[in-house]
């Protein structure tokens, strides 16, 4: 372009200002404040909602005790070690974490995947969550985001079923008190569980049976009256009050001289250990560098960032309601959370859903309600690690269990079935995978069956073909879809030759998308329709798409129409042929 053409100031100007607006998005500072979100809900912070995440924190609190130390024990790490993966996050969450219900720490499912590292050794454990960390901040720093949406609903599902049975089935080693491995997979578990069904031990089974039904009949009651208040924290706090029970039991008989439960044991209290993740550890005398260690996590590691992703995300999308979920914001707030706990001996944490879904409930007003959370379960482990000591493990098996009911559902299966009957199949197959060969392996078995389910349906698009009379000539009408692709074109032809009309309208109303080898494939079929006689009028086509069909095969032009007149067109172009024809 000539320098003294007019529109260049204005092209440098718009250059400029795009620039400008590029920079101010990234250095401006309520894009820093939105990336640290404590500084937006803090000014204007105040005692009613001090009082209000007081409650809701102490409340989860006391569930997120229990739980961590079964989460723990299911991953086969100390019991200390879930407090700490519930203390830390917290506190990294109260200043990055933009979404006020969530609430972070060890959850069953990582718990799960973690198991068969933590069995080499527990230095596993802490590497995953700086990794894990790692992996998501880095998602998050690229807003990669959107990787996720490539991850169906039925892979969601089937996944978080297979993980709930999973879980289930490795504490029916401690609900029973049985002898052998609990297994790294449903299959496995059921298998030792029959294998060693002859070492049940009475009272464990006792009371682990009774403790289900305890929670279940607390979980199903319904508050009313004026006690409402006080029921509703008896309900919510359920697990905790389950676990203060049955200790004072299993206290009061050990001070007898009868020890009938098997007990969590002693708990190493204070603070942890601070410092970098281990880098190298020793698996049977041998020495693991960190490219040992790596090459041991494999490509199977993944599935731990991606899984505490997904689960975080969508915990913050059901109680978001109508508020959008900035994903961005809380894949960096999550990398931060197991970044930072990972210099602080815990395992990879994200969102758990029965805490959030007690979060929630207890009416939590800001993110400092995971303050209250972490705060109260660092008391829990600095100064009555001692009371741990007599929790029955077969307490907290029912803990693990009655939590795992609300994952499991069955229920979209009858969904699938009458919407597409396909992802019935991608479902079943995420499920039966992860239950019989390992969760992360059904993850990538459902997203590969969608990959060639998705591939499949757009190799075979829907053309739909009906006759139609336009003024007194009867023809066939064919409907093209929005998109035509590569994989397609033979489709495609072998659909428009199932034609018999002597008029064919290639209607093109809804396409915006076709490649060259379908276009292609399209003109083979129009030149072998006129061979025979027949007539082929492409109508509504864009002008771009013209232009690919007439730069292919010039003996195109002509053919195309658009408008709603078509039958003066047909007339036209049959006094035409008439015309060269004389």
Same mark, same amino acid.
């Given at each position: 372009?000539?320098?003294?053409?007019?529109?260049?100031?204005?092209?440098?100007?718009?250059?400029?200002?795009?620039?400008?607006?590029?920079?101010?998005?990234?250095?401006?500072?309520?894009?820093?404040?939105?990336?640290?979100?404590?500084?937006?809900?803090?000014?204007?912070?105040?005692?009613?909602?001090?009082?209000?995440?007081?409650?809701?924190?102490? /409340? !989860?609190? $006391?569930?997120?005790?229990?739980? =961590? +130390? &079964?989460?723990?024990?299911?991953?086969? %790490?100390?019991?200390? *070690?879930?407090?700490?993966?519930?203390?830390?996050?917290?506190?990294?969450?109260?200043?990055?974490?933009?979404?006020?219900?969530?609430?972070?720490?060890?959850?069953?499912?990582?718990?799960?995947?973690?198991?068969?590292?933590?069995?080499?050794?527990?230095?596993?454990?802490?590497?995953?969550?700086?990794?894990?960390?790692?992996?998501?901040?880095?998602?998050?720093?690229?807003?990669?985001?959107?990787?996720?949406?490539?991850?169906?609903?039925?892979?969601?599902?089937?996944?978080?079923?297979?993980?709930?049975?999973?879980?289930?089935?490795?504490?029916?080693?401690?609900?029973?008190?049985?002898?052998?491995?609990?297994?790294?997979?449903?299959?496995?578990?059921?298998?030792?569980?029959?294998?060693?069904?002859? /070492? !049940?031990? $009475?009272?464990?089974?006792?009371? =682990? +049976? &009774?403790?289900?039904?305890?929670?279940? %009949?607390?979980?199903? *009651?319904?508050?009313?009256?004026?006690?409402?208040?006080?029921?509703?924290?008896?309900?919510?706090?359920?697990?905790?009050?389950?676990?203060?029970?049955?200790?004072?039991?299993?206290?009061?008989?050990?001070?007898?001289?009868?020890?009938?439960?098997?007990?969590?044991?002693?708990?190493?209290?204070?603070?942890?250990?601070?410092?970098?993740?281990?880098?190298?550890?020793?698996?049977?005398?041998?020495?693991?560098?960190?490219?040992?260690?790596?090459?041991?996590?494999?490509?199977?590691?993944?599935?731990?960032?991606?899984?505490?992703?997904?689960?975080?995300?969508?915990?913050?999308?059901?109680?978001?309601?109508?508020?959008?979920?900035?994903?961005?914001?809380?894949?960096?707030?999550?990398?931060?959370?197991?970044? !930072?706990?990972?210099?602080?001996?815990?395992?990879?944490?994200?969102?758990?859903?029965?805490?959030?879904?007690?979060?929630?409930?207890?009416?939590?007003?800001?993110?400092?309600?995971?303050?209250?959370?972490?705060?109260?379960?660092?008391?829990?482990?600095?100064?009555?690690?001692?009371?741990?000591?007599?929790?029955?493990?077969?307490?907290?098996?029912?803990?693990?269990?009655?939590?795992?009911?609300?994952?499991?559902?069955?229920?979209?299966?009858?969904?699938?079935?009458?919407?597409?009957?396909?992802?019935?199949?991608?479902?079943?197959?995420?499920?039966?995978?992860?239950?019989?060969?390992?969760?992360?392996?059904?993850?990538?078995?459902?997203?590969?069956?969608?990959?060639?389910?998705?591939?499949?349906?757009?190799?075979?698009?829907?053309?739909?073909?009906?006759?139609?009379?336009?003024?007194?000539?009867?023809?066939?009408?064919?409907?093209?879809?929005?998109?035509?692709?590569?994989?397609?074109?033979?489709?495609?032809?072998?659909?428009?030759?199932?034609?018999?009309?002597?008029?064919?309208?290639?209607?093109?109303?809804?396409?915006?998308?076709?490649?060259?080898?379908?276009?292609?494939?399209?003109?083979?079929?129009?030149?072998?329709?006129?061979?025979?006689?027949?007539?082929?009028?492409?109508?509504?086509?864009?002008?771009?798409?013209?232009?690919?069909?007439?730069?292919?095969?010039?003996?195109?032009?002509?053919?195309?129409?658009?408008?709603?007149?078509?039958?003066?067109?047909?007339?036209?172009?049959?006094?035409?042929?008439?015309?060269?024809?004389?």
């Amino acid at each position: 372009m000539d320098s003294d053409d007019p529109r260049t100031p204005l092209l440098g100007h718009e250059r400029q200002s795009r620039v400008g607006r590029v920079a101010r998005k990234l250095c401006g500072l309520e894009s820093w404040r939105r990336r640290v979100p404590i500084t937006i809900w803090l000014p204007t912070y105040n005692l009613h909602c001090l009082g209000r995440d007081a409650i809701a924190g102490i /409340t !989860v609190g $006391l569930t997120s005790i229990p739980q =961590g +130390i &079964a989460y723990a024990m299911v991953a086969g %790490l100390p019991p200390q *070690v879930g407090l700490y993966s519930s203390i830390f996050p917290g506190f990294v969450y109260v200043f990055l974490g933009s979404c006020k219900d969530v609430t972070v720490g060890p959850t069953a499912i990582l718990a799960a995947l973690l198991a068969k590292y933590v069995a080499m050794s527990p230095d596993f454990a802490y590497l995953a969550a700086f990794l894990s960390g790692c992996v998501i901040m880095l998602l998050g720093l690229l807003q990669l985001g959107f990787l996720l949406d490539f991850i169906s609903k039925p892979v969601i599902s089937g996944f978080t079923t297979a993980a709930a049975l999973q879980i289930s089935a490795s504490q029916l080693k401690s609900l029973f008190r049985i002898t052998g491995s609990s297994g790294n997979t449903f299959i496995q578990a059921l298998i030792n569980f029959f294998t060693n069904i002859k /070492t !049940v031990h $009475l009272w464990d089974s006792v009371l =682990g +049976i &009774a403790s289900i039904i305890f929670l279940l %009949l607390l979980k199903r *009651v319904k508050v009313r009256g004026h006690l409402s208040g006080v029921c509703q924290y008896v309900v919510r706090g359920r697990n905790a009050l389950l676990v203060f029970i049955t200790s004072l039991l299993a206290y009061f008989l050990y001070k007898g001289g009868i020890t009938p439960f098997a007990l969590t044991g002693k708990i190493e209290g204070g603070l942890p250990t601070f410092g970098p993740p281990p880098f190298s550890t020793v698996v049977n005398n041998q020495t693991l560098g960190f490219s040992d260690m790596l090459q041991t996590f494999g490509f199977e590691g993944l599935a731990m960032p991606l899984v505490a992703i997904l689960e975080s995300i969508a915990i913050a999308k059901a109680f978001a309601g109508s508020k959008a979920v900035d994903g961005t914001q809380e894949m960096l707030a999550l990398g931060a959370c197991n970044m !930072v706990s990972s210099f602080a001996q815990s395992m990879p944490a994200t969102g758990s859903f029965t805490r959030t879904a007690l979060n929630h409930a207890s009416g939590v007003m800001t993110p400092a309600g995971a303050f209250f959370k972490a705060s109260l379960v660092l008391v829990a482990v600095t100064l009555m690690s001692e009371a741990f000591f007599f929790i029955p493990r077969a307490a907290l098996a029912a803990v693990i269990m009655v939590a795992m009911l609300s994952i499991i559902d069955f229920s979209i299966l009858t969904t699938l079935w009458r919407n597409n009957k396909s992802e019935v199949f991608v479902w079943a197959l995420t499920l039966c995978v992860g239950a019989a060969v390992g969760l992360e392996y059904g993850i990538a078995a459902g997203v590969g069956a969608d990959v060639v389910r998705t591939l499949a349906h757009a190799s075979r698009p829907h053309i739909h073909l009906q006759p139609c009379k336009v003024g007194t000539a009867v023809c066939s009408r064919a409907v093209l879809p929005a998109r035509l692709q590569y994989m397609c074109g033979t489709r495609t032809a072998r659909r428009l030759r199932t034609q018999t009309s002597h008029l064919l309208l290639l209607d093109a109303k809804h396409l915006r998308h076709i490649d060259i080898g379908v276009a292609e494939d399209i003109i083979t079929v129009i030149l072998e329709l006129e061979k025979e006689g027949r007539r082929v009028v492409m109508w509504n086509f864009e002008a771009k798409h013209q232009q690919l069909f007439e730069q292919i095969n010039p003996d195109m032009k002509g053919k195309f129409f658009n408008g709603i007149a078509i039958e003066q067109f047909l007339s036209e172009g049959i006094t035409r042929r008439t015309s060269v024809n004389f």
